[in-house]
């Protein structure tokens, strides 16, 4: 057994690194909660641990996701997280209070939205930029953004799709009644209907929307729909969505559909119901 002792005089860690077992054992003293000089936040014994082994081993610092957990766009991200095996330093922003427009967060992403990410010198925001950068520097292989070109301007086109068409007409039609008590209107309904109908025909003869297996493409629209059910929308007439938005659920079961995408999709359910109650 070799031991290396590694002694940090202004926290008080004493680092032992067994490089027989791989194993890493940690004596603190003194402080049970230890600035590890990370801007201003004071992390816990076992946040402190986890960050001196990966400086210590010259291994990377996971990204940080700002997020926050009901909104669809960051629900995409932690579920391609856990497909990944991304790990990622979870930071809580609650729109709904203002967190975002503080001025650290603004400085950072002027645009002040979530989800936005820190990968070491990397500053990301929109979640469709970010769903193809993890894929690219995270993903063991291509299959959920594909390397062969046609293959890949599918699944930008999908992707696409989602944020101007589908997610755009469903934010319209829903979230002035979350956020303002505005009521619905029936206009923005038969345009989500029309972006409804297009996923349809998008669908025909597929099992999935730009290949022959699940990709991101898949999950952006897939988190927007499960959205739109989650509001008890109508879907009789989209037979071959509601035969995908299953396949969609039963593919990230094993990522934490349940708890990730589907508890946050009934939280903004609530808040939906309880506007059009007042």
């Known amino acids: 057994m070799i031991l290396v002792v590694l002694k940090n005089q202004v926290s008080h860690i004493s680092l032992f690194l067994d490089f027989d077992t791989k194993q890493t054992c940690f004596y603190i003293t003194d402080f049970f909660y230890l600035n590890f000089k990370l ?11 986890h960050k001196l082994v990966h400086s210590l081993k010259g291994g990377k610092m996971p990204p940080i996701l700002y997020y926050l957990p009901p909104s669809p766009p960051c629900r995409c991200i932690l579920l391609l997280g856990k497909m990944l095996d991304i790990n990622f330093d979870l930071k809580v922003l609650n729109i709904m209070e203002g967190e975002h427009m503080k001025p650290d967060f603004v400085s950072m992403n002027p645009q002040h939205c979530i989800p936005t990410i820190k990968d070491e010198t990397l500053i990301l925001w929109e979640s469709r930029a970010i769903l193809s950068y993890l894929v690219a520097m995270y993903g063991k292989d291509d299959a959920l953004y594909p390397a062969d070109i046609k293959t890949r301007a599918l699944v930008d086109s999908r992707v696409q799709f989602d944020l101007g068409t589908l997610y755009a007409r469903f934010s319209d039609y829903f979230m002035p009644t979350i956020f303002m008590g505005a ?25 999935w929307l730009a290949a022959e297996h699940f990709t991101i493409a898949d999950l952006t629209c897939g ?10 929308f ?38 939906f119901k309880a506007k059009l109650l007042k």
């Open 183 to 207: 009521p619905l209107e029936e206009s923005k309904k038969s345009k989500l209907n029309e972006a409804l109908y297009w996923l349809e025909c998008m669908l025909k003869g597929k099992t």
């Open 223 to 232: 988190v927007t729909v499960s959205q739109i059910e989650a509001f008890e």
């Open 39 to 49: 801007g201003n936040c004071v992390d816990s014994v076992a946040v402190v641990q």
């Open 234 to 271: 109508d879907l009789r007439n989209y037979p071959k969505t509601r035969d995908w938005l299953q396949r969609f659920k039963d593919e990230l079961e094993p990522y934490g559909y349940q708890e990730i995408n589907q508890s946050g999709a009934d939280v903004l359910a609530e808040m």
